[in-house]
């Protein structure tokens, strides 16, 4: 089986940390994992992207072009990707930020209010680990064992004082 992803957002929102722990996550499952940053030449604000492939079988080409899954992180990357999301796919929204909704009746979405969600519960900066655990959550990828650990790997030792928050987070977004 192979699952397609696309996380997609502004600079600074934390698309591609996101889109590590993912493939973290892929490689504790033993699966084939392809991860390909996309972003603007801005340092914050800009467009940014990144696909994620999870395989039980060699992956041909790391760009998803029609993800099974899109989580959309703001109104720019949804009015771009929501129509690519395959017949059955998944469509994650912040809703926060995107006041819209998909008119797609063959695909499941679910609308979070992730960035509220974070400043309501002291977890700024961490809309992306709650709208990961959403996607966890309504997935059924992985257990929380394996989350845990990914993220371990993925937050730089200069950053460690924020993997206890970015647990917080996403156990947050699991129980949305």
Same mark, same amino acid.
């Given at each position: 089986m192979t699952t397609q992803i696309l996380l997609a957002g502004f600079g600074g929102q934390g698309i591609l940390f996101t889109g590590k722990v993912?493939?973290?996550?892929?490689?504790? %499952?033993?699966?084939?994992? *392809?991860? @390909?940053?996309?972003?603007?030449? $801005?340092?914050?604000?800009? #467009? !940014?992207?990144?696909?994620?492939?999870l395989s039980d079988e060699s992956i041909g080409s790391p760009i998803v072009?029609?993800?099974?899954?899109?989580?959309?992180?703001?109104?720019?990357?949804?009015?771009?990707?929501?129509?690519?999301?395959?017949?059955?796919? %998944?469509?994650?929204?912040? *809703?926060? @930020?995107?006041?819209?909704?998909? $008119?797609?009746?063959?695909? #499941? !979405?679910?609308?979070?209010?992730?960035?509220?969600?974070?400043?309501?519960?002291?977890?700024?900066?961490?809309?992306?680990?709650?709208?990961l655990g959403k996607l966890l959550a309504v997935t059924g990828l992985c257990g929380g064992e394996v989350v845990e650990a990914a993220l371990k790997k993925s937050v730089p030792p200069r950053k460690a004082a924020l993997l206890e928050a970015n647990i917080r987070a996403v156990k947050l977004g699991w129980r949305s």
């Open positions: 993912l493939s973290y996550i892929g490689m504790a %499952l033993e699966k084939q994992v *392809s991860w @390909l940053p996309s972003y603007g030449p $801005e340092m914050r604000g800009g #467009t !940014a992207n990144c696909s994620v492939i072009l029609k993800p099974d899954i899109l989580a959309a992180m703001n109104l720019p990357s949804f009015h771009r990707f929501a129509q690519d999301v395959k017949p059955g796919g %998944l469509l994650l929204a912040d *809703s926060s @930020l995107i006041e819209i909704k998909s $008119e797609r009746g063959d695909i #499941t !979405a679910h609308y979070v209010p992730v960035t509220q969600m974070a400043t309501d519960h002291d977890l700024d900066g961490l809309a992306n680990m709650i709208l």
